[in-house]
C-alpha cells in the first residue's frame, strides 16, 4: 500500500487526493531532509496515528517544508515589491509578515495535533450513546465485538463512532489481529481517553474473567456523569462567552454610538455615519459568526443537522430583497425592518415546528420505551406491546405509535416498522433510540432487561438534554437586553442633543438645539435593527444550543425594535419619522 508521503503527482490518477499528490511531490524535493528528521521524531508517528490524517511522518515533515518555502518566497517577493515601489507602507507591512515561514512550518507540523482535537470532540458527542447501546445488547446476551460490529453498520445514527468501530474491524478482519489486540492497539491510537479507558477495561476484563455487564454499567455511569458535568462547563464558558458578546455588542456599542451619533448630528457631517455603519453592519455580523462558531466548539451536539429552517430562509432572501427595493412611501428603517421580518418568518414557522417535534418526542419517548417493557414483564411480545399503546396518549409521539400499530397489523416486521420510524423523525436521540430498539428486537425479540436498560438510559439523556436548555435559557435576557439598549440609546441621545439647555434664570444664554438631520435619524436606526438580528441568531445558538433556533429571537427582536421606535416617539418627543 503506497503512503502519501512517496507518492507521486501521477498518483492522483490512481485514487489519491490532492493532499496526497502535494505530499508527495514535497517529499521528492525534501525527503533527504525530512527522512533524517522523522528518525529522530518518533513521537510524530503516534501524533499522525491518533489523528484523522491519512500521511507519514517523512510526508508530514516534506509538507512543512514546502509550505515554508512556498511562504517565505511570498514574503521575499512582497519585500522586493515594496523596495521597488518604494513605498514605506508597504515596505512596513511586509516586515510585519517575516515570522510567515517559520509559522506556516509550525502550524503544518502541529496540524496532527489539531485534527486529534476534532476527532476526539466528535466522538465524545456520540460516546454516551454508544456505550449506551452496548450496555443494552449487552443486556441481551449480544457481546461488545458484536456490538462493535453492529455500530460500524450505523453511519447514519453514528457517524463519528461508526468510523472508530470500522478501525477496530479493519485490524481483526483485514490484518489478522486478535479482537483483545486489536481493542487494545484501538485505545493506543485513539485521542479520546474516555473511549480509550472503555476499550482497556473491557481487554482488561476479558483477560481476568469479570464481570462485563457490570463493568459497562459502570462505565456508563461515569460517563453519563462526565457529560453532565461538561454541560455544566459549557454553561459556565458560554456565560463568559455572553459576557464578551455583551461587552461588544452592547457597552461598546452603545459607547461607539454615542460619539458617532453627537459627531453626525452636532457637526452635520457623514463621518460620523460612516463610523457606525462599518460597526454595525460589518463589525457586529462579523462578531457575530465568530461568537457562533466559538459556542458550537463549546456547546455538546449531535451528528444530526435539520436544514430545513436554513433552506427555507435561503427561499426568503429574496422576498426580502425584493420589498427593500419596492418604492414605497416608507424609511430606511421602516423598509428594512419590515424586509428582516418577511426572511426570517418561514424559516421560524418551520424552526420552531421542528423543535417541538424535536422535544415532545425526546420528552415522549422514555415513557414509550418504559411501557413497552413493561409490556414484555407480562409476556408480550413486542408487537403485541406496540399494537396495545396505540391508543395511550403520548403527544406528537401517538400519531408515529399508531402507525406503528398499523403496519404491525398489516404483517410488516417489527425491525422494518420501528427503522421506519427512525429514518422518519428528525430528532437524532430519538432516531438514536429507535435504531437501538431495532436492534434489540432484532438481537432475539428483547429481554425484559434490554428494554428496562434502554428506557433507563433515554430517561437519563432526556432529563440531561432538559437540563442543558435550563441552564441556557437565561442568556437569552442578556441578547434580548442588548439588542433593546441600543435601540433606545439612540433615542435618548437624539432627545438629549436635541433639547434645548436650560441655564437657569436667563434663557438668552440658551444656545438653539442643533437641527436634527433625519436622515441621519433613519441611518443610526437602520444600523441598530440589523445589529439586533444578528444578536437574536446568537442568542438562538447562546440559549437553545441551535443557530436555526435564532430564526425566532431575531424575528422577535426585529419586532420589538420597531414597535420601540414607535412607542418611544409617543413619550420622546422627537419627530424622526
Not at 533527504?32 to 511522518?57: C, F, Q, V
Not at 464558558?237 to 457597552?251: C, D, Q
Not at 461598546?252 to 455603519?277: D, K, P, T
Not at 430583497?321 to 424586509?339: C, D, N, Y
Amino acid at each position: 500500500m503506497k503512503t502519501s508521503g512517496k507518492a507521486t503527482p501521477r498518483s492522483s490518477a490512481e485514487g489519491l487526493g490532492p493532499l496526497d499528490v502535494v505530499s508527495g511531490l514535497a517529499y521528492r524535493i525534501f525527503g533527504r531532509y525530512s527522512n533524517g528528521i522523522a528518525a529522530n521524531s518518533p513521537w510524530l508517528r503516534d501524533e499522525i496515528l491518533k489523528s484523522n490524517m491519512r500521511i507519514t511522518p517523512e510526508g508530514l515533515i516534506s509538507l512543512a517544508f514546502l509550505g515554508g518555502v512556498i511562504s517565505a518566497v511570498a514574503f521575499v517577493a512582497e519585500i522586493g515589491l515594496a523596495l521597488v515601489l518604494a513605498n514605506p507602507l508597504l515596505l512596513l507591512i511586509s516586515g510585519a509578515f517575516a515570522a510567515t515561514p517559520p509559522l506556516v512550518f509550525l502550524i503544518i507540523m502541529r496540524a496532527p495535533r489539531i485534527s486529534q482535537g476534532s476527532r476526539s470532540a466528535a466522538l465524545d458527542n456520540e460516546l454516551p450513546f454508544m456505550v449506551g447501546f452496548i450496555v443494552v445488547l449487552a443486556g441481551g446476551g449480544i457481546s461488545p465485538i458484536a456490538s462493535i460490529r453492529r455500530i460500524a453498520r450505523m453511519s447514519d445514527v453514528f457517524p463519528n463512532a461508526a468510523k472508530e468501530c470500522r478501525r477496530i474491524l479493519l485490524d481483526i478482519d483485514v490484518f489478522g489481529l486478535d479482537p483483545v489486540t486489536a481493542l487494545e492497539k484501538a485505545a493506543e491510537t485513539s485521542p479520546n481517553k474516555p473511549f480509550a479507558e472503555l476499550l482497556y477495561g473491557y481487554t482488561t476484563i476479558i483477560k481476568t474473567g469479570g464481570d462485563m455487564n457490570s463493568f459497562l454499567a459502570n462505565k456508563l455511569k461515569e460517563i453519563y456523569e462526565a457529560r453532565a458535568l461538561r454541560v455544566k462547563k459549557s454553561s459556565e464558558t458560554i456565560g463568559t462567552l455572553a459576557e464578551g458578546y455583551v461587552t461588544v455588542t452592547s457597552v461598546l456599542g452603545i459607547s461607539l454610538f454615542v460619539l458617532f451619533q453627537a459627531e453626525a448630528l452636532i457637526s452635520h457631517s457623514s463621518s460620523g455615519l460612516q463610523g457606525i455603519e462599518v460597526f454595525g453592519l460589518v463589525g457586529v455580523p462579523a462578531f457575530s459568526v465568530l461568537f457562533i462558531y466559538l459556542l458550537n466548539a463549546v456547546q455538546a451536539r449531535y451528528p444530526y443537522v435539520d436544514y430545513a429552517p436554513f433552506v427555507v430562509f435561503g427561499l426568503s432572501i429574496p422576498v426580502g430583497i425584493v420589498f427593500f427595493v419596492l418604492p414605497l412611501p416608507l424609511t430606511l428603517f421602516e423598509h428594512t425592518s419590515v424586509a428582516l421580518i418577511l426572511m426570517s418568518l418561514a424559516p421560524t414557522v418551520v424552526a420552531v415546528r421542528a423543535t417541538r417535534e424535536r422535544t415532545a418526542l425526546e420528552k415522549a419517548l422514555p415513557d414509550f420505551i418504559r411501557d413497552i417493557s413493561e409490556g414484555r414483564k407480562i409476556g408480550l411480545s413486542p408487537e403485541q406491546t406496540i399494537q396495545a399503546l396505540a391508543d395511550k396518549h403520548y403527544g406528537l409521539l401517538s400519531k408515529h405509535v399508531k402507525k406503528m400499530s398499523a403496519q404491525v397489523s398489516w404483517g410488516v416486521s417489527t425491525v422494518q416498522v420501528i427503522s421506519t420510524f427512525a429514518r422518519e423523525v428528525r430528532s437524532w436521540v430519538t432516531r438514536e433510540a429507535g435504531m437501538l430498539l431495532t436492534e434489540v428486537i432484532d438481537v432475539g425479540g428483547g429481554t425484559v432487561r434490554s428494554f428496562s436498560d434502554m428506557a433507563d438510559f433515554s430517561r437519563k439523556m432526556n432529563d440531561l438534554e432538559s437540563e442543558k436548555r435550563s441552564s441556557l435559557k437565561p442568556y437569552l435576557f442578556i441578547c434580548y437586553f442588548s439588542s433593546i439598549m441600543v435601540v433606545v440609546t439612540t433615542f435618548i441621545m437624539v432627545y438629549f442633543i436635541s433639547t434645548p439647555i436650560n441655564f437657569g434664570s436667563s434663557s438668552s444664554f440658551a444656545p438653539p438645539p442643533p437641527t436634527i438631520n433625519r436622515s441621519a435619524i433613519d441611518i443610526l436606526l437602520t444600523v441598530s435593527v440589523v445589529e439586533s438580528w444578528f444578536i437574536g441568531m446568537v442568542a438562538g445558538k447562546m440559549g437553545e444550543g441551535g443557530v436555526a433556533e435564532g430564526f425566532k429571537h431575531a424575528l422577535a427582536l426585529v419586532v420589538i425594535a420597531l414597535v420601540s421606535v414607535f412607542i418611544a416617539q409617543a413619550f420622546i418627543h422627537v419627530s424622526i419619522l
